[in-house]
């Protein structure tokens, strides 16, 4: 440490943190939810596991040992897609007989395509006698990607990057991707059309668990229309292009042609489907406000639904904190949600956690007792999705005064949208490595009274 350094937060409560956050992911985990809701092995034909998401490569084998040990895994067959070096990460504990394929994300590139292709292959051999589960999870949208007729990958994937840097929510996000994809907004469920049964079963990293948004709807009907996504492009475009990410041509032609609506609700392809949400935000926020109860603390449960710009929704809680500490309760204020972040400076490095954590920390200004951590919940905020990306961060009443004893500047880092650099020189990053899960995003402030 250097000489001068102020004090780190205490190691009890850098540990309570941690704990409150390896409980919600805990919650959510295949290992905990998947099996008690997983149909029956066939009789006859075939089970066809389509699996994709951060959760994919877990929740499949999850799937092998219950068939396993019912005595039909002989008639399965399948694929499971996850983020590059996930199936590294799970060691042992990996799916058998089902084919693992890894893509890139928060955006596609040519193994998602090689992926999609091999999921609707596999959905279009369905049966009268065959049974298609779907095991879905956040980050299915990237994982599988396939683009309508007449748009390029690279044009797709340069709309999404653009997208996600202009601050685009989950919804926008999905609106627009369910009209360029093949796959997504209900195609694959059209694609598996001949199946005798369809069930989808769901980890959900969305506020409100809607299922046409959980990994952009590919088995369910879609609400959004093909003029809603033209209204988000026209919103999101000036942004993008401020950053020198112009929206593709090929977007705007796919978008006019009536070819790539979506099916909607009420269609008679989905009247015999079964679609369940096993792991949601609202059971993994619950998880961590058990154990933040049992410790002795008041507990203040915003919800899976927070939205709204990292920074702005850090100082709002940094208030709620400096309340809570001058009316003396000791008070652990919880919530998930999907935060956005306006890139303002492109080389900066971090996510939506990270940025939250270093705008509360601003915000908070040193403010005695009180302290935090925000990280997602798979395991990965923002970076470029590799395994040994960052989750999160953790901050103190100590993380300015620690900053500044090593000649860093809080508030200009989070104008450059840099909080990694600031957190790994203090050693506040939250590591997890991929968790094979996805609800949201998690954050937790823990409040002293004075």
């Not at 928060?106 to 395509?113: A, F, M």
């Not at 999921?119 to 683009?147: C, I």
């Not at 919530?335 to 915000?363: F, I």
């Not at 860093?408 to 104008?415: E, K, R």
Request: a negative charge; proline letters at 5%; aromatic letters at 2%.
């Amino acid at each position: 440490m250097l000489e001068g350094t102020p004090q780190r937060m205490s190691a009890e409560t850098r540990q309570l943190l941690l704990e409150l956050y390896d409980a919600a992911v805990a919650a959510a985990h295949p290992r905990t939810c998947l099996a008690p809701h997983l149909p029956p092995g066939p009789k006859t034909g075939r089970l066809i596991v389509l699996s994709a998401g951060k959760a994919a490569i877990a929740m499949a084998a999850v799937a092998e040992a219950h068939y396993r040990a019912a005595g039909t895994l002989d008639r399965i067959v399948g694929v499971a897609t996850a983020p590059h070096g996930y199936a590294a990460a799970l060691d042992s504990f990996k799916p058998e007989r089902l084919e693992i394929l890894e893509g890139r994300h928060p955006t596609p590139d040519e193994t998602s395509l090689v992926a999609a292709e091999r999921a609707l292959a596999l959905a279009r051999s369905a049966g009268p006698e065959d049974t298609v589960l779907v095991l879905l999870s956040g980050g299915a949208s990237a994982l599988w990607a396939a683009p309508a007729a007449g748009l390029t990958l690279a044009e797709k994937t340069a709309l999404t990057r653009g997208l996600l840097k202009s601050g685009a929510d989950i919804h926008e996000m999905n609106a627009v991707r369910r009209h360029l994809s093949r796959i997504k907004g209900g195609r694959l469920r059209a694609a598996a059309a001949n199946a005798g049964a369809f069930v989808t079963l769901a980890i959900s990293d969305v506020p409100g668990d809607d299922p046409e948004t959980i990994g952009s709807g590919p088995t369910v009907a879609d609400p959004t229309t093909l003029a809603g996504a033209c209204a988000v492009i026209a919103r999101r475009a000036p942004r993008m292009e401020e950053l020198g990410l112009a929206v593709p041509r090929g977007v705007y032609s796919t978008l006019e042609d009536e070819a790539n609506e979506t099916p909607k609700p009420g269609a008679a392809l989905f009247a015999r489907d079964r679609y369940q949400i096993i792991a949601t935000p609202v059971a993994a926020l619950a998880a961590a406000c058990a154990i933040a109860q049992a410790r002795g603390y008041e507990v203040e449960n915003l919800g899976d639904r927070v939205t709204g710009e990292a920074r702005d929704v850090a100082t709002a809680h940094a208030a709620s904190a400096r309340r809570a500490r001058a009316d003396g309760r000791r008070l652990a204020i919880i919530s998930g949600g999907e935060l956005e972040v306006t890139v303002r400076n492109r080389t900066g490095k971090g996510g939506r956690s990270q940025e939250y954590a270093l705008a509360l920390a601003c915000a908070l200004d040193g403010l005695a007792g009180v302290s935090a951590l925000a990280a997602d919940t798979d395991g990965i905020d923002g970076g470029e999705g590799r395994v040994d990306d960052p989750a999160g961060a953790v901050v103190g009443h100590d993380t300015l005064s620690r900053a500044a004893a090593r000649h860093l500047n809080a508030q200009n880092s989070l104008d450059n949208n840099d909080a990694t650099t600031l957190f790994e020189a203090l050693g506040d990053l939250v590591h997890s490595g991929p968790t094979h899960t996805n609800v949201n995003d998690f954050r937790v402030i823990l409040v002293e009274p004075a």
